[in-house]
């Protein structure tokens, strides 16, 4: 069975730290590749995806994240994190069903 | 403006009643779908539709029922709530067809407490 695996459950970091957060899939073929964000409150939405081409992609509010085919892996990267990114992060997976995978999420908790 | 509306969103109840959670959407979108999350953990896809009259059950077993007699309206109902159905319930939809419509909009949640 697909599976996500996000691994760090809870970071902690100042402002202008910069951050990666992990996530690794467990799937053979093809993927789309998706993080979410849910910001205290608010609704969980979309921060990018990933479909084909350029396995680099960039999201909102500076955010990137890169395909890496041969590690199963998404990890999302922000160069210099904000105090306003304080949110849980969700990266989830589909394999071309209407199925979205999610993993357990990341609290990152950004202090000023 | 296009959205997804939850209500309520919050509910407490006793155990043995009936409840039923909305979700309309205004997104124009055929598929819908029901997560349960708890804290800490994924969210597990309960039931999801392809549009009216289409339910399918997901991948986490649930007690709870749906129908889609509308395409914006994609209600979910508990017959009898007990307090292992406490958790938050999440609501979504997307468009039609495969990749790059995939991307799935979510409401706000019902967080429901079951005693």
């Known amino acids: 069975a697909q599976s996500v695996s996000q691994h760090n459950h809870h970071v902690i970091l100042s402002e202008a730290a910069s951050l990666e957060l992990g996530c690794n899939y467990s799937?053979?073929?093809?993927?789309?590749l998706f993080w979410y964000v849910q910001y205290p409150g608010q609704h969980l939405q979309l921060l990018l995806k990933?479909?084909?081409?350029?396995?680099l992609v960039k999201g909102i509010k500076g955010f990137e994240a890169e395909f890496i085919k041969s590690k199963f892996s998404f990890n999302l990267r922000k160069p210099s994190v904000q105090w306003s990114d304080t949110a849980e992060y969700f990266c989830?997976?589909?394999?071309?069903?209407?199925?979205?995978?999610f993993g357990t999420g990341t609290r990152l908790q950004v202090f000023p | 403006e296009a959205d997804i509306y939850q209500t309520p969103r919050y509910l407490v109840i006793g155990t043995g009643k009936k409840i039923t959670l909305e979700c309309s959407q205004t997104?124009?979108?055929?598929?819908m779908y029901w997560y349960q999350q708890d804290p800490g953990m994924e969210l597990h896809l309960i039931h999801y539709?392809?549009?009216?009259?289409?339910?399918e059950k997901g991948d986490l077993s649930s007690e709870s029922t749906v129908s889609r007699i509308r395409t914006e309206h994609f209600p979910l109902t508990l017959e009898s709530a007990r307090p292992s159905h406490t958790s938050q319930y999440l609501c979504?939809?997307?468009?039609?067809?495969?990749?790059?419509?995939?991307?799935?909009?979510f409401g706000p949640g019902t967080r429901l407490t079951v005693l």
């Open positions: 989830a997976v589909n394999s071309g069903t209407d199925k979205l995978i």
């Open positions: 979504a939809s997307s468009e039609s067809g495969t990749g790059a419509y995939n991307e799935q909009f």
């Open positions: 799937y053979g073929g093809t993927v789309n």
């Open positions: 539709s392809y549009g009216v009259n289409s339910t």
């Open positions: 990933y479909f084909s081409g350029d396995p």
């Open positions: 997104m124009g979108h055929d598929k």
